[in-house]
Every structure is written in structure tokens, then in C-alpha cells.
């Protein structure tokens, strides 16, 4: 099965900062990474496929990049909003679909 | 629009079984994969099995594998998942998920971009 490693697992930041996060595939996924948000007692819910992909209806604050076993997810202007834990996910080899193990992201 | 609304969660002793259902409306249920993920109180997103659009093909994590059975019934546009044997550890949200594209579109009978999700139902394994 192929491990995601994520990092770091929370952070703070104040709005309108720079928000980066790591993910590490335990094996080439080449560009098959997802991120999700979820907020406390909500569902996931799509935020970038294909490494890169912006999902239909997500600010531009967020972006995504990278291949192979790196990838990075950040967003570009913090907003209360965006309080929440994301996780990224792999589907080039499945199954089993795996993802990393969650970035709990919380307003300084 | 999309919707997904999961069913059947509880509490349930070691042991026992339970089936979940995922009621689905909004798109055509027969072209699209489904999936199961559950979350532990706490923890993070686990996927446990997921099911090609005929139901032909399907799929379980091996923490699951011999006690959970995915099926669907695309005449009624529902999901279910059949839990057997069920172990304190599978105490956990279970959420019912929505392949972002078709199989015409992936040609994937799993591809893994989860578009859209319910609620979830918590089931709870407990003596």
C-alpha cells in the first residue's frame, strides 16, 4: 500500500498569511493526489484533484502542485474560512485509496 | 444537485453485524463508483471499500476484507454496506462517497476522486 506522510500535522497562522503544507508518497503516484477541507462535524469535501486541479466552485486561494512522491497544498491568503483540517489522498494505486494523516490548520 | 444521505448507524456489541445504507439522488447512480470512508472519534480518513457503477467490481481495504459487503441497488439509487464481525476498532463515523467522474470519463471502474460526500452515520462497537 502506498503511505502519505504529511506535514506538519497543525499549524497557526493569522489571516491573510501564507499557508504551505507537505505531502510525501511512500511511492512514484505520478500527478493522482486529492486534497480535502473538513470542518469539525462535517463532511470532506474536494478541494484539488490531480495534484493541481481547482474543483468547480473553490477560491483561488487554494492551489496545489507537484509529482511523483512530493506534493504541496497551499493557501495564498488565510481567511477565518478556511479554518480546518486537510487532508491529501492518493488513487494511483488502488486500492487501497490512502490518504495522509490530516493538517489541522487553526487561527493565531 | 448531488445529494447522499447514509442510514443505519448505531451501537452494536462485538460481534454483531449492521447494515448502512446511502440513499442517493441529484445524478444517474448507475454510472458513477461508490465508495465507503469512515473516520474514528479523533482520527483521521480511512477508506474501506468501494463498488464500480454495474456493482460488478468491488473493492475493501484489508483491515475489512471477509467481514464488510459493499452492494448496490441502482434501481432504487442506494449503497449499502454490509458490516459482519464487527470489532471496537471499526467504531467510527462511516461517510458514503461520490466519484467525481464517471466511468466513461476515468475509465476507471474505481478511480478514487471522491467529488462528493453525505453526512456520515456513526456506529458505535461497544460491549
Known amino acids: 500500500d502506498v503511505q502519505m506522510t504529511q506535514s506538519p500535522t497543525s499549524l497557526s497562522a493569522s489571516v491573510g498569511d501564507r499557508v504551505t503544507i507537505t505531502c510525501q508518497a511512500s511511492?512514484?503516484?505520478?500527478?493522482?493526489l486529492s486534497w480535502y477541507q473538513q470542518k469539525p462535524g462535517k463532511a470532506p469535501k474536494l478541494l484539488i484533484y490531480?495534484?493541481?486541479n481547482l474543483e468547480t466552485g473553490v477560491p483561488s486561494r487554494f492551489s496545489g502542485g507537484g509529482s511523483g512522491t512530493d506534493f504541496t497544498f497551499t493557501i495564498s491568503s488565510l481567511q477565518p474560512e478556511d479554518i480546518a483540517t486537510y487532508y491529501c489522498?492518493?488513487?494511483?494505486?488502488?486500492?487501497?485509496?490512502?490518504f495522509g494523516g490530516g493538517t489541522k490548520v487553526e487561527m493565531k | 444537485e448531488v445529494h447522499l444521505l447514509e442510514s443505519g448507524g448505531g451501537l452494536v456489541r462485538p460481534g454483531g453485524a449492521l447494515r448502512l445504507s446511502c440513499a442517493a439522488s441529484?445524478?444517474?447512480?448507475?454510472?458513477?463508483?461508490m465508495s465507503w470512508v469512515r473516520q474514528a472519534p479523533g482520527k483521521g480518513l480511512e477508506w474501506v471499500s468501494g463498488?464500480?457503477?454495474?456493482?460488478?467490481?468491488?473493492y475493501y481495504a484489508d483491515s475489512v476484507k471477509g467481514r464488510f459487503t459493499i452492494s448496490r441497488d441502482n434501481s432504487k439509487n442506494t449503497l449499502y454496506l454490509q458490516m459482519n464481525s464487527l470489532r471496537v476498532e471499526d467504531t467510527a463515523v462511516y461517510y458514503c462517497?461520490?466519484?467525481?467522474?464517471?466511468?466513461?470519463?476515468?475509465?476507471?471502474?474505481?478511480?478514487?476522486?471522491?467529488?462528493?460526500w453525505g453526512q456520515g452515520t456513526l456506529v458505535t462497537v461497544s460491549s
Open positions: 511511492q512514484d503516484i505520478s500527478k493522482y
Open positions: 463498488i464500480s457503477g454495474s456493482g460488478g467490481n468491488t
Open positions: 462517497a461520490k466519484e467525481k467522474l464517471d466511468y466513461e470519463s476515468s475509465g476507471y471502474y474505481l478511480h478514487g476522486i471522491f467529488g462528493s
Open positions: 489522498q492518493q488513487y494511483d494505486k488502488l486500492p487501497p485509496v490512502t
Open positions: 441529484g445524478f444517474t447512480f448507475s454510472t458513477y463508483a
Open positions: 490531480d495534484s493541481s
